[in-house]
């Protein structure tokens, strides 16, 4: 019996994997039909982040996660079919390591939400928001680690120059995407919890 509960504990319950395929569904959704890539320059801003973000904080690191995964997939996918710039580079580089930039950093933004969500202090709605506003900011970064430095030094640039701009678009285009994350992602979790996912 100790054995088949600890075999139990393992997997997802079934709120996880209810919460898990709703979002999931909803990144497909925003993946297929191109809504959830907003292009740019040099990256493609985005909105999938959000549904990796609501499901780490209400069902758990397993479930941002997961959901992180399949954000990742998809911009793995948007980096064949309409590449940004540096993108561009990442795939004639090496489509494994572009493999890898799509979806290391979105499976670690389920787990990074989850972390600041339970560490950060103030009410629900608060630390949602403030959270999701990190986590973007911190997704941001993450891609500079992983695509910026390579790029410029292919580019025989700068990395400094590179980080500038990418400073200049998360100025533009970053700030806001971080508060839309947040504004839209308290008053969800908010309406969750209310409703008994946990």
């Known amino acids: 019996m100790g054995k088949v509960n600890s075999v139990n504990r393992s997997f997802m319950s079934v709120r996880q994997l209810s919460t898990a395929g709703l979002l999931v569904g ?3 959704f925003l993946g297929i039909s191109g809504y959830g890539f907003i292009p740019l ?9 959000i549904p990796t973000i609501i499901g780490a904080m209400a069902a758990g690191p397993k479930v941002g996660a997961m959901t992180g995964f399949f954000f990742g997939m998809f911009s793995f996918i948007q980096a064949f079919r309409s590449p940004a710039v540096m993108m561009q580079f990442a795939s004639s580089y090496n489509p494994l390591y572009t493999l890898i930039i799509c979806v290391v950093p979105r499976v670690a933004i389920g787990w990074i939400a989850w972390k600041l969500f339970r560490i950060l202090p103030g009410k629900l709605a608060v630390r949602a928001g403030g959270a999701a506003v990190i986590t973007t900011f911190l997704h941001t ?9 390579p790029f410029a030094e292919h580019q025989g640039v700068s990395p400094v120059a590179v980080a500038e701009m990418l400073a200049g678009i998360a100025g533009a285009n970053g700030i806001p995407e971080a508060i839309v994350a947040g504004v839209i992602t308290a008053p969800i979790l908010s309406a969750l919890y209310r409703i008994g996912n946990r």
């Open 26 to 28: 909803i990144t497909i």
């Open 41 to 49: 320059f040099a990256v493609n801003a985005t909105i999938l982040h």
């Open 141 to 149: 970064v993450m891609f500079y680690l992983l695509v910026g430095v």
